[in-house]
C-alpha cells in the first residue's frame, strides 16, 4: 500500500497549488482527482487576475493583497503559463459606477488613461491585471507530483494514519473538493455554495489587446483566439438537477453579454469549459483544520458555542485533516496565498486568521444543533 506525507484530495488550483508548496517542502505527496486535472471549476475559469472592486470591507483587502502575490508566484515560477494584459473594467449599472468612481478616488493601484475605446459607463483602467492559463497552470503545478485519476470513496483514520479508498496511506490529509459534493467525508457545518461557470474559448476577426471586464469576462485575443467566461448560473449544480445544463444556451447567453461591451465579429466557438465554483456564505475562503463535529459538540459547554465571538481554538479537530475551499470567482488570485498559509500551518504550526478557520462556521452550526 502507497504510503504518502500529504494526500491532497481534489486538483483544481487550490488543490495543486497546495501540494506544490508541500513538495517544494520536502515532502512525499499525492494528488487525488476522479476527472483530472482542473476538470471542474478550475478549468471553467477564465483564470483573470484583477483587482477586487470595491469601497472597502476584509474581502476586498484579502482580494487585493493576494493580487500581488499572485502575480509573483505565477511570473516567477511559471511565466510560460501567465500572459499579462491591460484591464478594463466596466460599471454594469450605476451602483457599480458609483463603487468605481470611489475605488479611483481612494485607490493606490497604478491607473492608466487612454483606453482602446472609451466606455459609457464609468470605468477603470489598469495594468494590474493578467491571465492564466487554467489547465496548463494546474498540471505545472503538480510536475513531479504522483496524481491519481480515481475518486475516493473511503477516508478512514486508522493507528495515527489516514486511509483512502482502503488502497493508499497518508500521514495527512486535505480536503480540496470545492463545492462538488462526496460521500468520504461530510461536513455539514461547511456551509458552501455552488456557482456554476461556463467559458468558451472563441475564434473571432475582432481585435482586442486587453482583458475587459462588464457583464462578462473577454481576454485579449491572440491568433484571433479569446476567451469569454462568468459564473452566469448561480442555481445550475450538476450533481442536484434534473437536466443537464444546455451549453447552447449558455454559449448564447455569454456571446450577447459580450457583445453589449465589444462588437465581435466571425465568431466561431472552438471549445467550453464549464464546472462548479465554490463560494462560502460569508464570502470569504476557508482554510485550515477540519472541525471533528462529534467530539466539539460533546466537549464544549453552551457557553463556549453561544458566546457572541466564540474561541475558535476550542473547536476539536480531527488529527492531522485540513481543507482548503471557498474562493468563488478568485480561485486564481487566492491560491497562491492561501494554499501558502496552509502550508505553513501544516508543516509549522503557523496558525490561521481567524477570518478563513473553518471553526468559524461550525459554531454558526453548533447553535442550531445544541439543545441544552
Known sequence: MPTYDIAVIGAGINGCTTAYHLHKAGKKVAIFDSKGIASGGSGAAGAFLSPKFAKGGE????????????????????????????????????????????????????????????????????????????????????????????????????????????????????????????????????????????????????????????????????????????????????????????????????????????????????????GLRSGSFDYLPIVGEVVDIEQSLKLLNKKDIYQKKPDLSKAIAFENLYMINGSAGYGYVLAPYLAQTLAKNILEEESIPSSLNPARFFFRWAKGERKD
Request: contains cysteine; aromatic residues 10%; proline residues 3%.
Open 59 to 274: 474581502l476586498k483587502e484579502l482580494i487585493n493583497s493576494s493580487l500581488d502575490i499572485a502575480l509573483d508566484f505565477y511570473t516567477t515560477n511559471f511565466p510560460e503559463h501567465i500572459n499579462h494584459h491591460n484591464l478594463l473594467h466596466i460599471a454594469k449599472e450605476e451602483n457599480d459606477a458609483k463603487i468605481l468612481h470611489y475605488f479611483k478616488e481612494h485607490t493606490d493601484i497604478e491607473l492608466l488613461d487612454n483606453p482602446p475605446f472609451i466606455p459609457e459607463n464609468e470605468y477603470v483602467y489598469t495594468s494590474k491585471s493578467a491571465l492564466v492559463d487554467a489547465q496548463s497552470m494546474c498540471k505545472a503545478l503538480i510536475e513531479g507530483i504522483e496524481f491519481y485519476t480515481q475518486e475516493i470513496d473511503s477516508l478512514e483514520f486508522q493507528d495515527g494514519v489516514w486511509i483512502l479508498n482502503e488502497s493508499f496511506r497518508a500521514k495527512k490529509v486535505v480536503i480540496a473538493t470545492g463545492a462538488y459534493e462526496h460521500q468520504f467525508f461530510t461536513q455539514p457545518y461547511q456551509m458552501l455554495r455552488g456557482i456554476w461557470g461556463h467559458r468558451i474559448d472563441i475564434k473571432t476577426s475582432t481585435k482586442n489587446d486587453i482583458s475587459i471586464h462588464q457583464f462578462v469576462s473577454i481576454s485579449a485575443a491572440t491568433n484571433r483566439m479569446l476567451s469569454i467566461g462568468a459564473t452566469h448560473n448561480v442555481h445550475y449544480h450538476p450533481q442536484r438537477s434534473k437536466e443537464p445544463y444546455n451549453l447552447e444556451e449558455g454559449r448564447e447567453e455569454l456571446l450577447e453579454k459580450a457583445s453589449r461591451t465589444l462588437e465581435l465579429q466571425d465568431v466561431e466557438v472552438i471549445k467550453d469549459y464549464v
